[in-house]
Protein backbone atom coordinates (compact mmCIF):
# COMPACT_ATOMS: atom_id res chain seq x y z
CA UNK A 1 0.00 0.00 0.00
CA UNK A 2 3.13 2.70 1.03
CA UNK A 3 4.25 1.95 -2.82
CA UNK A 4 1.14 2.85 -3.89
CA UNK A 5 0.89 5.85 -1.88
CA UNK A 6 4.20 6.84 -3.26
CA UNK A 7 3.17 6.85 -6.79
CA UNK A 8 0.36 8.90 -6.62
CA UNK A 9 2.09 11.30 -4.92
CA UNK A 10 3.18 13.68 -6.90
CA UNK A 11 -0.49 13.32 -9.16
CA UNK A 12 -1.55 15.05 -4.89
CA UNK A 13 1.17 17.36 -6.06
CA UNK A 14 -0.94 18.25 -9.11
CA UNK A 15 -4.13 17.77 -7.35
CA UNK A 16 -2.58 20.59 -4.38
CA UNK A 17 -1.82 23.60 -7.04
CA UNK A 18 -5.54 23.13 -8.73
CA UNK A 19 -7.12 23.00 -5.21
CA UNK A 20 -5.08 25.59 -3.69
CA UNK A 21 -5.41 28.19 -6.68
CA UNK A 22 -9.18 27.57 -7.00
CA UNK A 23 -9.48 28.29 -3.02
CA UNK A 24 -7.32 31.40 -3.71
CA UNK A 25 -9.55 32.81 -6.54
CA UNK A 26 -12.83 32.17 -4.18
CA UNK A 27 -10.80 34.15 -1.52
CA UNK A 28 -10.10 37.09 -3.95
CA UNK A 29 -13.00 37.22 -5.75
CA UNK A 30 -12.30 36.00 -8.82
CA UNK A 31 -14.58 33.15 -8.53
CA UNK A 32 -17.99 34.42 -6.83
CA UNK A 33 -19.72 33.19 -3.50
CA UNK A 34 -23.12 34.13 -3.26
CA UNK A 35 -24.68 34.89 0.06
CA UNK A 36 -28.24 34.25 0.43
CA UNK A 37 -31.51 36.29 2.38
CA UNK A 38 -31.46 33.35 5.25
CA UNK A 39 -28.62 31.91 7.42
CA UNK A 40 -27.04 28.72 5.75
CA UNK A 41 -25.18 25.94 7.53
CA UNK A 42 -22.81 24.02 6.22
CA UNK A 43 -21.52 20.56 7.51
CA UNK A 44 -18.56 18.82 5.95
CA UNK A 45 -15.13 17.68 5.63
CA UNK A 46 -11.96 17.71 3.79
CA UNK A 47 -11.85 14.38 4.12
CA UNK A 48 -13.73 11.85 1.62
CA UNK A 49 -16.44 10.21 3.49
CA UNK A 50 -16.81 8.79 6.88
CA UNK A 51 -16.72 11.67 9.54
CA UNK A 52 -20.30 11.32 10.28
CA UNK A 53 -21.92 14.62 8.68
CA UNK A 54 -25.62 13.00 8.35
CA UNK A 55 -25.33 12.31 12.31
CA UNK A 56 -24.59 15.69 12.72
CA UNK A 57 -27.61 17.01 10.23
CA UNK A 58 -29.94 14.97 12.27
CA UNK A 59 -28.36 16.32 15.58
CA UNK A 60 -29.15 20.06 14.44
CA UNK A 61 -32.63 18.54 13.26
CA UNK A 62 -33.33 17.49 16.64
CA UNK A 63 -32.38 20.44 18.45
CA UNK A 64 -34.23 23.04 16.38
CA UNK A 65 -36.92 21.56 14.17
CA UNK A 66 -39.45 22.55 16.52
CA UNK A 67 -39.24 26.08 16.69
CA UNK A 68 -37.08 27.08 13.28
CA UNK A 69 -38.71 26.09 9.83
CA UNK A 70 -35.48 24.33 8.50
CA UNK A 71 -34.82 22.32 5.10
CA UNK A 72 -31.53 20.07 4.06
CA UNK A 73 -29.95 20.14 0.92
CA UNK A 74 -27.65 17.71 -0.13
CA UNK A 75 -26.09 16.34 -3.51
CA UNK A 76 -27.90 13.16 -3.09
CA UNK A 77 -24.76 10.99 -3.58
CA UNK A 78 -25.94 7.86 -5.91
CA UNK A 79 -29.33 8.99 -6.87
CA UNK A 80 -30.80 8.00 -9.99
CA UNK A 81 -32.59 11.47 -10.69
CA UNK A 82 -31.08 14.71 -12.05
CA UNK A 83 -31.16 18.49 -10.97
CA UNK A 84 -33.38 19.70 -8.13
CA UNK A 85 -35.60 16.97 -6.83
CA UNK A 86 -37.69 17.75 -3.56
CA UNK A 87 -38.55 14.63 -1.14
CA UNK A 88 -42.35 14.09 -1.00
CA UNK A 89 -44.40 11.27 0.05
CA UNK A 90 -43.72 9.07 -2.93
CA UNK A 91 -39.71 9.75 -2.88
CA UNK A 92 -37.41 7.07 -2.37
CA UNK A 93 -33.88 6.22 -1.64
CA UNK A 94 -33.21 6.30 -5.52
CA UNK A 95 -34.45 9.87 -6.48
CA UNK A 96 -32.90 11.33 -3.65
CA UNK A 97 -30.13 9.36 -2.50
CA UNK A 98 -29.66 7.25 0.72
CA UNK A 99 -28.72 9.58 3.06
CA UNK A 100 -31.29 12.42 1.87
CA UNK A 101 -33.89 9.97 2.06
CA UNK A 102 -32.77 8.59 5.70
CA UNK A 103 -33.27 12.17 6.63
CA UNK A 104 -36.46 12.69 4.89
CA UNK A 105 -38.03 9.52 6.75
CA UNK A 106 -36.85 10.66 10.14
CA UNK A 107 -37.83 14.50 9.72
CA UNK A 108 -41.04 14.64 7.14
CA UNK A 109 -41.72 17.78 8.62
CA UNK A 110 -38.52 19.25 7.20
CA UNK A 111 -37.82 19.85 3.60
CA UNK A 112 -35.21 17.82 2.05
CA UNK A 113 -34.25 18.80 -1.72
CA UNK A 114 -31.04 17.48 -3.50
CA UNK A 115 -29.14 19.31 -5.97
CA UNK A 116 -25.53 19.32 -7.24
CA UNK A 117 -25.86 23.21 -8.03
CA UNK A 118 -26.20 24.49 -4.63
CA UNK A 119 -26.96 28.00 -5.69
CA UNK A 120 -29.74 26.66 -7.65
CA UNK A 121 -31.12 24.22 -5.10
CA UNK A 122 -31.51 26.96 -2.33
CA UNK A 123 -33.14 29.48 -4.77
CA UNK A 124 -35.40 26.88 -5.22
CA UNK A 125 -35.78 26.00 -1.78
CA UNK A 126 -36.58 29.52 -1.11
CA UNK A 127 -39.41 29.52 -3.92
CA UNK A 128 -41.02 26.71 -2.81
CA UNK A 129 -40.80 27.44 0.95
CA UNK A 130 -40.63 31.65 1.59
CA UNK A 131 -40.62 31.30 5.01
CA UNK A 132 -37.99 29.17 5.67
CA UNK A 133 -35.59 30.01 8.46
CA UNK A 134 -32.63 28.05 8.04
CA UNK A 135 -30.65 25.86 5.64
CA UNK A 136 -28.15 23.30 6.27
CA UNK A 137 -25.84 22.46 3.39
CA UNK A 138 -24.80 18.63 3.97
CA UNK A 139 -21.07 18.11 2.44
CA UNK A 140 -21.03 21.40 1.47
CA UNK A 141 -17.52 22.71 2.54
CA UNK A 142 -15.48 22.78 -0.53
CA UNK A 143 -18.87 24.07 -2.01
CA UNK A 144 -17.46 27.67 -2.13
CA UNK A 145 -20.10 28.96 -4.43
CA UNK A 146 -22.57 29.22 -1.66
CA UNK A 147 -21.72 32.00 1.20
CA UNK A 148 -22.71 30.25 4.49
CA UNK A 149 -23.10 31.80 7.79
CA UNK A 150 -21.81 29.42 9.87
CA UNK A 151 -19.46 26.16 8.85
CA UNK A 152 -19.32 22.95 11.12
CA UNK A 153 -15.83 21.21 9.95
CA UNK A 154 -16.15 17.45 10.78
CA UNK A 155 -12.86 15.22 11.20
CA UNK A 156 -12.95 11.32 12.41
CA UNK A 157 -11.15 10.55 15.93
CA UNK A 158 -8.11 8.80 14.40
CA UNK A 159 -8.66 9.78 10.81
CA UNK A 160 -7.61 13.17 11.55
CA UNK A 161 -7.19 15.13 8.92
CA UNK A 162 -3.49 16.80 9.64
CA UNK A 163 -2.12 13.26 9.20
CA UNK A 164 -4.11 12.45 5.68
CA UNK A 165 -2.41 13.07 2.14
CA UNK A 166 -3.89 14.64 -0.68
CA UNK A 167 -5.83 12.61 -3.27
CA UNK A 168 -5.04 10.57 -5.16
CA UNK A 169 -2.57 9.42 -2.25
CA UNK A 170 -4.51 9.95 0.67
CA UNK A 171 -8.74 11.10 1.23
CA UNK A 172 -8.12 14.93 1.45
CA UNK A 173 -9.68 16.81 -0.58
CA UNK A 174 -8.21 20.03 -0.31
CA UNK A 175 -4.98 20.77 1.91
CA UNK A 176 -5.59 21.24 5.86
CA UNK A 177 -5.24 25.14 5.23
CA UNK A 178 -8.77 24.99 4.37
CA UNK A 179 -9.93 24.08 8.15
CA UNK A 180 -9.18 27.90 8.39
CA UNK A 181 -12.77 28.25 7.04
CA UNK A 182 -14.74 26.74 9.59
CA UNK A 183 -16.25 28.33 12.26
CA UNK A 184 -16.48 25.31 14.58
CA UNK A 185 -14.02 21.69 14.46
CA UNK A 186 -15.69 18.94 15.70
CA UNK A 187 -13.77 15.97 16.53
CA UNK A 188 -15.97 12.79 15.59
CA UNK A 189 -16.31 9.24 16.59
CA UNK A 190 -13.98 9.79 19.73
CA UNK A 191 -14.24 7.08 22.72
CA UNK A 192 -16.37 7.55 25.01
CA UNK A 193 -13.94 8.10 27.80
CA UNK A 194 -11.39 10.01 25.93
CA UNK A 195 -9.50 11.65 28.18
CA UNK A 196 -8.99 15.29 28.79
CA UNK A 197 -4.96 14.58 28.21
CA UNK A 198 -5.80 13.21 25.00
CA UNK A 199 -8.06 16.08 23.91
CA UNK A 200 -5.26 18.57 24.84
CA UNK A 201 -3.44 16.06 22.09
CA UNK A 202 -5.71 16.75 19.58
CA UNK A 203 -6.43 19.95 20.04
CA UNK A 204 -2.39 20.63 19.45
CA UNK A 205 -2.41 18.49 16.35
CA UNK A 206 -5.53 20.30 15.09
CA UNK A 207 -4.32 24.04 15.47
CA UNK A 208 -7.80 25.67 15.75
CA UNK A 209 -7.27 29.37 15.51
CA UNK A 210 -8.39 31.85 18.50
CA UNK A 211 -12.19 32.56 16.60
CA UNK A 212 -12.55 28.31 16.48
CA UNK A 213 -13.92 26.22 18.99
CA UNK A 214 -13.03 22.85 19.17
CA UNK A 215 -15.74 20.22 20.15
CA UNK A 216 -15.31 16.34 20.74
CA UNK A 217 -18.59 14.34 20.16
CA UNK A 218 -19.01 10.11 20.10
CA UNK A 219 -21.72 7.91 18.32
CA UNK A 220 -24.23 6.48 20.71
CA UNK A 221 -25.63 2.99 19.58
CA UNK A 222 -29.18 1.92 20.50
CA UNK A 223 -30.35 0.09 22.83
CA UNK A 224 -32.66 -1.64 20.04
CA UNK A 225 -32.83 -2.49 16.78
CA UNK A 226 -35.36 -1.64 13.96
CA UNK A 227 -37.42 -2.32 11.36
CA UNK A 228 -40.69 -0.97 9.56
CA UNK A 229 -42.41 -3.55 11.64
CA UNK A 230 -41.17 -2.47 15.55
CA UNK A 231 -38.30 -2.88 17.80
CA UNK A 232 -36.00 -5.43 19.43
CA UNK A 233 -33.70 -5.91 22.36
CA UNK A 234 -30.45 -5.35 20.89
CA UNK A 235 -29.57 -7.72 23.62
CA UNK A 236 -31.75 -10.76 22.39
CA UNK A 237 -28.97 -11.25 19.11
CA UNK A 238 -26.86 -12.68 21.86
CA UNK A 239 -25.98 -15.88 20.00
CA UNK A 240 -28.77 -15.20 17.11
CA UNK A 241 -27.22 -16.44 13.64
CA UNK A 242 -26.42 -12.96 12.76
CA UNK A 243 -25.48 -11.62 8.98
CA UNK A 244 -23.74 -7.73 9.21
CA UNK A 245 -24.25 -5.98 6.10
CA UNK A 246 -22.53 -2.79 6.02
CA UNK A 247 -21.98 -0.28 2.73
CA UNK A 248 -20.55 2.45 4.51
CA UNK A 249 -17.03 4.38 4.64
CA UNK A 250 -16.06 2.80 7.94
CA UNK A 251 -18.15 0.05 9.62
CA UNK A 252 -15.40 -0.29 12.18
CA UNK A 253 -16.99 1.16 15.08
CA UNK A 254 -20.17 -0.69 14.31
CA UNK A 255 -18.51 -3.57 14.31
CA UNK A 256 -16.08 -2.98 17.53
CA UNK A 257 -19.43 -2.10 19.16
CA UNK A 258 -21.57 -5.52 18.38
CA UNK A 259 -18.30 -7.25 19.75
CA UNK A 260 -18.29 -5.43 22.67
CA UNK A 261 -22.06 -6.65 22.92
CA UNK A 262 -20.85 -10.37 22.59
CA UNK A 263 -22.71 -10.54 19.37
CA UNK A 264 -21.35 -12.77 17.01
CA UNK A 265 -21.90 -12.04 13.17
CA UNK A 266 -20.87 -12.90 9.59
CA UNK A 267 -19.97 -9.52 8.17
CA UNK A 268 -20.99 -8.78 4.73
CA UNK A 269 -18.70 -5.40 3.79
CA UNK A 270 -19.80 -3.04 0.42
CA UNK A 271 -18.40 -0.03 -0.49
CA UNK A 272 -19.83 3.32 0.35
CA UNK A 273 -23.92 3.58 -1.20
CA UNK A 274 -23.24 0.44 -2.72
CA UNK A 275 -25.94 -0.10 -5.30
CA UNK A 276 -26.61 -3.95 -4.52
CA UNK A 277 -27.32 -5.84 -7.33
CA UNK A 278 -30.64 -8.77 -7.08
CA UNK A 279 -28.25 -11.44 -6.56
CA UNK A 280 -26.79 -9.80 -3.39
CA UNK A 281 -29.96 -8.85 -2.28
CA UNK A 282 -31.12 -13.08 -2.80
CA UNK A 283 -28.10 -13.87 -0.94
CA UNK A 284 -28.74 -11.81 2.33
CA UNK A 285 -32.46 -12.70 1.77
CA UNK A 286 -31.09 -16.20 2.69
CA UNK A 287 -29.82 -15.18 6.17
CA UNK A 288 -31.96 -15.98 9.54
CA UNK A 289 -31.57 -12.49 10.57
CA UNK A 290 -29.83 -9.16 8.98
CA UNK A 291 -28.55 -6.58 11.31
CA UNK A 292 -27.64 -3.33 9.10
CA UNK A 293 -26.89 0.57 9.34
CA UNK A 294 -30.28 3.48 9.00
CA UNK A 295 -28.23 4.17 5.39
CA UNK A 296 -28.00 0.79 4.43
CA UNK A 297 -31.73 0.16 5.58
CA UNK A 298 -33.21 2.65 3.18
CA UNK A 299 -31.48 1.87 0.54
CA UNK A 300 -32.18 -2.03 0.82
CA UNK A 301 -35.86 -1.07 1.59
CA UNK A 302 -38.64 -3.23 0.24
CA UNK A 303 -36.35 -5.28 -1.43
CA UNK A 304 -35.33 -7.12 1.71
CA UNK A 305 -37.24 -9.64 4.02
CA UNK A 306 -38.95 -8.54 7.32
CA UNK A 307 -35.88 -10.30 9.04
CA UNK A 308 -33.64 -7.32 9.01
CA UNK A 309 -32.96 -4.83 11.47
CA UNK A 310 -31.02 -1.31 12.05
CA UNK A 311 -29.28 -0.40 14.78
CA UNK A 312 -29.83 3.21 15.06
CA UNK A 313 -26.88 6.19 16.29
CA UNK A 314 -26.98 9.38 17.42
CA UNK A 315 -24.39 12.09 18.50
CA UNK A 316 -23.58 12.59 21.61
CA UNK A 317 -21.17 15.53 22.44
CA UNK A 318 -18.41 15.02 25.48
CA UNK A 319 -19.08 17.75 26.68
CA UNK A 320 -19.92 21.58 25.98
CA UNK A 321 -22.63 20.24 24.10
CA UNK A 322 -25.26 23.66 25.48
CA UNK A 323 -22.44 25.84 24.12
CA UNK A 324 -22.00 24.07 20.53
CA UNK A 325 -26.35 24.61 20.68
CA UNK A 326 -26.21 27.84 21.21
CA UNK A 327 -23.92 29.00 18.73
CA UNK A 328 -26.46 27.42 16.32
CA UNK A 329 -29.22 28.94 17.78
CA UNK A 330 -27.52 32.63 17.08
CA UNK A 331 -26.74 31.88 13.75
CA UNK A 332 -30.44 31.14 13.23
CA UNK A 333 -31.81 34.57 15.35
CA UNK A 334 -29.06 36.31 13.19
Not at 89 to 101: H, I, K, M, T, V
Not at 126 to 137: A, E, K, R, V
Not at 211 to 238: C, D, M, W
Amino acid sequence: MRWIRKFLLPFSGIYYLISTFRNVFFDIGWLPSEKFSVPVIVIGNLNVGGTGKTPMVEFLLMNFQANYRLAVLSRGYGRKSKGFFLAGDNSDARQLGDEPYQIYKKFSAVDVAVDVNRRKGIAKLLGHNPTLDCIILDDAFQHRYVKPEFTVLLTAYGDIFNDDFLLPAGNLRESGRGATRADVIVVTKCPVQLSETEKKSIERKVNPLPHQKLFFTAISYGSEVVNNHGRIPLKSLVNQKICLVTGIANPQPLVDFLKSQSIEFEHFKFSDHHDFTEAEINNINQKPFVLTTEKDFVRLGNNIRANCCYLPVEVVFLGEQAEFVEGIRKVLVS
